[in-house]
């Protein structure tokens, strides 16, 4: 069952066409991660999937439900959620204050204060701090912690391990089958191919704000995603018509 | 100890310099809005309070019940309908229609109440005083004033730390696109924090109308004027910094007031002029990262 499907997306920032005639699909409880090289697209789609950014044709479906010209706060209301590249925590709050935000939504699932410091123990030592104080890695660790507050269906993560220290970065990818534990879907956003692969249950490479490539890791060789990434050849493998795997 | 009763009366003062910023610094810090009519707004709570009076008998201190609601309706309102609208169209256009509110107020009022001032009665606290000693005496309006000042700042920081809603305002003043992808209507969240500043301007205007003797149309250009003076002395985003602010501010004009009737407003602008070179971000104020 799809959780999200993007049918013929083509969005931008004003004449600019950022991405173009993009359609995909997200099964629940999948980890759906897009790679590509910086200018792809990526932070685009992501944008216009939680409505940051109108879109200019296509449609966003999520959950049987045409969420193309929904307002983005009522987007969150109906289950995804985003942590956005660069965190972007509340820096005048404290942590925990950051995650009882993260709550407003008011949906009802697996995800509360004590649930995310039992995931995050980190945060939960840190829940008195200002959020303005906290190294990258404690600020990646409540920005996913703050997301998952609002208990989504599908929660889109955003360059979590830019800027951060390789070990940070293992304790946040650490984290993520307790995430997926929860039926939860995600689309991971990430420039390290080989960390993603390695976590990713499909992956699609965005190239110039085109989809060129699409499958399970299982089934693509590094070649084929390395030269998809970096735009050497356009590949295609194992897509149906509507651009979800089959 | 002259200069002793100065700096009594100036604290008294300074009260309600802060009570009339307030809403002019929550304006700014959670929804980035120069609010050019801060001053007329506060005008325009003194005519709807003598309104109230005229039309009741009540006394003015009941007025605030009718009139402060009121002017929190009119805010949520305002921000909804006019300023919402005008802040998609960039940082200029909020600042263009609070002008604009500015002009229409003080030029309506004058066309409905002529130029005249309109009496806010006091009562029995217009002359009552507290006598200190034989050269200090406080008087009971200017403490009850400042009573309330500190009353409402303190009710106003424990919202802002204790309730949703308030950390919603923080959050937005932080980053509001990310609070909308939390979920919250940004909107509704920009409506309250504008109601409550009308509130706060509406209760400062009466004061400020009680305390002169009554209210006439052209008031605001004058306590707009305080209003921004306090809020930068004190410092942006700071309450308790606007309460400081305002009684920095009031110390300063009454000790000039000694010296010449004349000089209050002029030192009190050049205080204002010493904490910009010197402080930029006010005396409690944090630097602004941006």
Known sequence: ?246 | MIYLNSISQGILLGGLFALSAVGLSLAFGVLRIVNLAHGDLMTLGGYLAFITIEHTGMSTWYSFLIVVPAMGVIGYLVQRLLLQRALRMGELAPLMVTFGISIIIPNSLVQLFTNNTEQLPVGSLATSSIQVNSQISIGTFPLVTLGISIVMISALQQYLARTKMGRYMRAAADDSEVLRLMGVDHRRVYGIAMGIAFSTLAMAGILFGMRQGGVSPYDGQLTVLFAFETVIIGGLGSLWGTLLGGMVLGIAQTIAGQFSPELPLLVGHLVFLGVLAFRPNGLLGKPVLR
């Open chain 1, 1 to 246: 069952m799809s959780v999200l499907e993007i049918k013929n997306l083509r969005a931008g920032y004003g004449d600019l066409v950022a991405v173009s005639d993009l359609s995909f699909a997200v099964q629940q409880g999948e980890l759906f991660a897009l790679v590509g090289a910086n200018g792809a697209g990526k932070s685009t789609l992501l944008k216009s999937i939680v409505g940051s950014m109108s879109v200019k044709s296509g449609t966003i479906i999520f959950k049987d439900d045409d969420i193309t010209t929904v307002a983005d706060y009522k987007r969150i209301q109906a289950g995804i959620s985003l942590v956005p590249e660069g965190r972007r925590l509340f820096t005048s709050l404290s942590v925990e204050e950051n995650l009882l935000v993260g709550a407003a939504t008011g949906r009802k699932g697996p995800w509360n204060l004590k649930s995310i410091f039992e995931l995050l123990p980190i945060v939960e030592k840190l829940k008195d701090r200002n959020a303005g104080r906290l190294s990258g890695g404690e600020q990646q660790a409540v920005a996913i912690g703050r997301s998952l507050m609002s208990n989504p269906d599908l929660i889109l993560l955003d360059e979590i391990s830019l800027g951060l220290a390789p070990i940070v970065v293992e304790q946040i990818y650490a984290a993520l089958p307790d995430i997926r534990n929860e039926g939860l879907s995600i689309i991971l956003v990430e420039q390290d191919l080989s960390r993603t692969l390695k976590v990713a249950d499909k992956i699609a490479c965005l190239l110039e704000g085109h989809l060129v490539l699409e499958g399970r890791p299982s089934d693509l060789t590094h070649q084929q995603i390395t030269d998809a990434y970096f735009g050497h050849s356009i590949a295609s493998f194992g897509t149906s018509s509507n651009g979800a795997n089959s």
